[in-house]
């Protein structure tokens, strides 16, 4: 098979989908007396689905950015590991319980394939000239490449 524009846009929608899969499996498989005890350093498994809903709408602005030619905002906010960014994705998405912020992360991850699947395939890899304040150049492939688990898109 060739790695046409639509074969790599098929391979990251299934490659989110599979990712945020195995989180939400593993999340739910969890002893519920465990979901909310800290085990990656502060964060509890319920901190994390929380994260992930923050990153879904920092994607879906990422997406707008880049196809405007800006750098996406998440990019101020930068420092070591997105420390900050991420404890303010925690703070500002984790519901009350963890069914709650499950269901946020549900419909917030469907509202980026939704996206994603609407973008013409060649969008996706499509160099709009937008690079990191490093200089690397940001993709729309590239950032939802690192959601997915996948190093190049």
């Known amino acids: 098979m060739r790695n ?22 593993a999340v739910t498989a969890l002893a519920a007396e465990d979901r909310d005890v800290p ?24 997406i707008e950015a880049i196809q405007t030619d800006r750098l996406p905002a998440c990019y101020a ?3 070591p590991d997105w420390r900050t960014f ?7 998405h984790k519901r009350a319980t963890l069914a709650e912020t499950l269901a946020a992360a549900q419909a917030s991850h469907q509202t980026l394939l939704d996206r994603l699947a609407a973008l013409p395939a060649a969008e996706i890899s499509r160099d709009y000239a937008v690079h990191s304040p490093g200089g690397r150049r940001v993709t729309i492939a590239m950032l939802l490449g690192v959601e997915a688990g996948v ?3």
């Open 39 to 62: 085990f990656l350093g502060v964060w509890s498994a319920h901190d994390i689905v929380a994260h992930l809903v923050g990153w879904d709408g920092a994607n879906l602005e990422a």
């Open 77 to 79: 906010a930068y420092d």
């Open 4 to 25: 046409t524009p639509e074969a790599k846009k098929a391979q990251l929608l299934a490659d989110l989908t599979a990712a945020r899969g195995e989180v939400t499996d």
């Open 151 to 153: 190093s190049s898109q």
């Open 86 to 92: 991420n404890a303010g994705l925690v703070a500002g």
